[in-house]
């Protein structure tokens, strides 16, 4: 086999093979000898047809196979001998090919391919990004502490409302039953059920009762959808159950039970794991806030060139419901998350960020523990745990999602010790409004900042153990032999 290669400025290159008949002859031979040891042809033996009969058969498409596999061992080889860093897949040139398996007997394949453009990051010309540091309120606090009273509190069935703060199932209609949380009415419909006992009836239009659609449309048990426009829904309900729950006093025993842990020992220690608690809970929708930011402040301040009519073409043939219409409209969304794909790869290079089996693992298994043992954790529960570790590693989707989380987090934690951050502090409320003010500002940005769209194939791979979900392997080019090569990973495993 001949290679023909010319290092030529910029980033597109191009390579040919030149494949003759000696070079698939001995293997097309072994192929065909294989082939006849196992066919079934009528009116011979298995193992016994003429040879010029197989050929006659199988020959071409034997010949395809091994000229197929002869160019994507080429290609692979040359890869790694010369230790090309590319981006994405090579692509056939078809006027530079000849390739005509009708009269076979000589080959060329020509391949162009795309090195991988230079990236470098100057954390000092990058604008400021704004980070979110959530600060429980003293109202969300008390809300808190109050759920937790609720879930070690006492419940009883008293023979009459109590508070607009109970519960109630009713009875209405021929046959028909319904549950209401008297703290999804109105406070003047809530009233109309305190005092009542079991077997009395109250006459409500639940339309006007509930504090929203969803909550009426519950009550029915159907979609918010399905509801009936102008329909009052008056009822007459009977009163079959009365639920009450009396909130936990705050003492020693309610630490125990709600800080199973031993880190509460009063009023004051309470409110501050209730506000690490919440905090907690914000965590992840800040991070990817504060992703979603820093990777638009680089895709638009760290330059990165890219071949554009190779990586359309590319795309043309990784999309197979793409047309040039549609590619030119949303090339700029493509062209940005390749952008960030690159960048992304610099900075997992530089900063030696990775993820690893165990690391999963251990999420898996933190998870467990906080989810479902919580307050009755201990030793002897680590086999269970162990099991319920193992049967999760198995589910792929959700093992791949968990290694791109924990990827995030690294990389976030690495991007706020680098970026020009501006902390806003606030609480939920504040979270909120910090949200939509950025969501408006992103709708308000000029069409350079559109939102990237998934690129047909990632430039950078993970390298996973045993356990960890196997990345994608991008669609090829379409073309009689085709090169299949593996890409070289900046994301590596322990």
């Given at each position: 086999?001949?290679?023909?290669?010319?290092?030529?400025?910029?980033?597109?290159?191009?390579v040919?093979?030149?494949i003759?008949?000696?070079?698939?002859?001995?293997?097309?031979?072994?192929a065909?000898?294989?082939?006849?040891r196992?066919?079934?042809?009528?009116?011979?033996?298995?193992?016994?047809?003429?040879?010029?009969?197989?050929?006659?058969?199988?020959?071409p498409t034997?010949?395809?196979?091994?000229?197929?596999?002869?160019?994507?061992?080429a290609?692979?080889?040359?890869?790694?001998?010369?230790?090309?860093?590319?981006i994405?897949?090579?692509?056939?040139?078809?006027?530079?090919?000849?390739v005509?398996?009708?009269?076979?007997?000589?080959?060329?394949?020509?391949?162009?391919?795309?090195l991988?453009?230079?990236?470098?990051?100057?954390f000092?010309?990058?604008?400021?990004?704004?980070?979110?540091?959530?600060?429980?309120s003293?109202?969300?606090?008390?809300?808190?502490?109050?759920?937790?009273?609720?879930?070690?509190?006492?419940?009883t069935?008293?023979?009459?409302?109590?508070?607009?703060?109970?519960?109630?199932s009713?009875?209405?209609?021929?046959?028909?039953?319904?549950y209401?949380?008297?703290?999804?009415l109105?406070?003047?419909?809530?009233?109309?059920?305190?005092g009542?006992?079991?077997?009395?009836?109250?006459?409500?239009?639940?339309?006007e009762?509930?504090?929203?659609e969803?909550?009426?449309?519950r009550?029915?048990?159907?979609?918010?959808?399905?509801?009936?426009?102008?329909?009052?829904?008056?009822?007459?309900?009977?009163i079959?159950?009365?639920?009450?729950?009396?909130?936990?006093?705050?003492?020693?025993?309610?630490?125990?039970?709600?800080?199973p842990?031993?880190?509460?020992?009063?009023?004051?220690?309470?409110?501050e794991?209730?506000?690490?608690?919440?905090?907690?809970?914000?965590e992840?929708?800040?991070?990817?806030?504060?992703?979603?930011?820093?990777?638009?402040?680089?895709?638009?301040n760290?330059?990165?060139?890219?071949p554009?009519?190779?990586?359309?073409?590319?795309?043309?043939?990784?999309?197979?419901?793409?047309?040039?219409e549609?590619?030119?409209?949303?090339?700029?969304?493509?062209?940005?998350?390749?952008?960030?794909?690159?960048?992304?790869g610099?900075l997992?290079?530089?900063?030696?960020?990775?993820?690893s089996?165990?690391?999963?693992?251990?999420?898996?298994?933190?998870?467990?523990?906080?989810?479902?043992?919580?307050?009755?954790?201990?030793k002897?529960?680590?086999?269970?745990?162990?099991?319920?570790?193992?049967?999760?590693?198995?589910?792929?989707?959700?093992?791949?999602?968990?290694?791109?989380?924990?990827?995030d987090?690294?990389?976030?934690?690495?991007l706020?010790?680098?970026?020009?951050?501006?902390?806003?502090?606030?609480?939920?409320?504040?979270f909120?409004n910090?949200?939509?003010k950025?969501?408006?500002a992103?709708?308000?940005?000029?069409?350079?900042?559109?939102?990237?769209?998934?690129?047909?194939?990632?430039?950078?791979?993970?390298?996973?153990?045993?356990?960890?979900?196997?990345?994608?392997?991008a669609?090829?080019?379409?073309?009689?032999?085709?090169?299949k090569?593996?890409?070289?990973?900046?994301k590596?495993?322990?």
């Open positions: 086999m001949n290679i023909k290669h010319e290092n030529v400025p910029g980033l597109l290159q191009e040919v093979f030149e003759s008949k000696e070079d698939y002859a001995a293997n097309l031979e072994a065909l000898k294989k082939q006849r196992a066919a079934a042809v009528p009116g011979f033996r298995v193992g016994n047809a003429p040879m010029g009969m197989i050929k006659k058969m199988y020959e034997l010949l395809v196979q091994e000229v197929d596999k002869l160019v994507n061992d290609m692979a080889n040359f890869i790694k001998d010369n230790n090309i860093q590319y994405l897949e090579p692509l056939p040139v078809e006027e530079k090919s000849k005509d398996f009708q009269n076979p007997d000589n080959f060329v394949f020509a391949y162009e391919y795309s991988r453009p230079e990236v470098e990051v100057d000092s010309k990058l604008p400021v990004v704004k980070d979110f540091r959530y600060v429980a003293d109202e969300e606090i008390d809300r808190q502490v109050d759920q937790l009273r609720e879930r070690y509190g006492n419940y069935t008293p023979e009459s409302v109590l508070t607009d703060k109970d519960n109630v009713v009875k209405f209609g021929e046959d028909k039953t319904g209401i949380f008297l703290k999804d109105t406070e003047k419909a809530a009233k109309k059920f305190v009542k006992k079991v077997k009395e009836t109250v006459k409500i239009k639940l339309r009762a509930f504090t929203s969803s909550t009426l449309a009550f029915y048990r159907i979609d918010v959808k399905d509801l009936e426009e102008g329909n009052a829904y008056e009822e007459e309900l009977t079959d159950y009365i639920g009450h729950l009396d909130l936990a006093e705050i003492n020693e025993d309610f630490y125990k039970k709600a800080f842990d031993g880190s509460v020992k009063d009023e004051k220690s309470m409110r794991a209730v506000a690490k608690m919440m905090a907690q809970q914000y992840t929708t800040i991070n990817q806030r504060f992703m979603n930011d820093a990777i638009e402040a680089l895709i638009d760290v330059p990165v060139e890219l554009d009519d190779f990586v359309k073409r590319y795309i043309m043939v990784a999309q197979k419901d793409m047309t040039q549609k590619l030119e409209a949303e090339y700029p969304q493509y062209k940005r998350a390749f952008q960030w794909q690159l960048i992304e610099k997992l290079e530089e900063n030696d960020i990775h993820v089996g165990d690391d999963v693992r251990g999420y898996f298994r933190q998870y467990f523990i906080d989810n479902y043992f919580g307050a009755i954790y201990s002897e529960m680590e086999p269970r745990i162990d099991e319920m570790v193992k049967e999760a590693m198995k589910n792929q989707e959700t093992v791949k999602q968990v290694y791109d989380m924990l990827f987090m690294k990389l976030s934690n690495k706020r010790d680098k970026l020009n951050i501006e902390v806003v502090e606030g609480d939920g409320q504040a909120m910090y949200i939509t950025s969501e408006e992103a709708a308000e940005a000029p069409a350079k900042k559109t939102k990237a769209k998934k690129a047909p194939a990632k430039t950078a791979a993970k390298e996973e153990d045993a356990n960890a979900p196997k990345e994608e392997k669609p090829k080019a379409k073309s009689a032999a085709k090169p090569t593996t890409k070289k990973s900046t590596k495993d322990e």
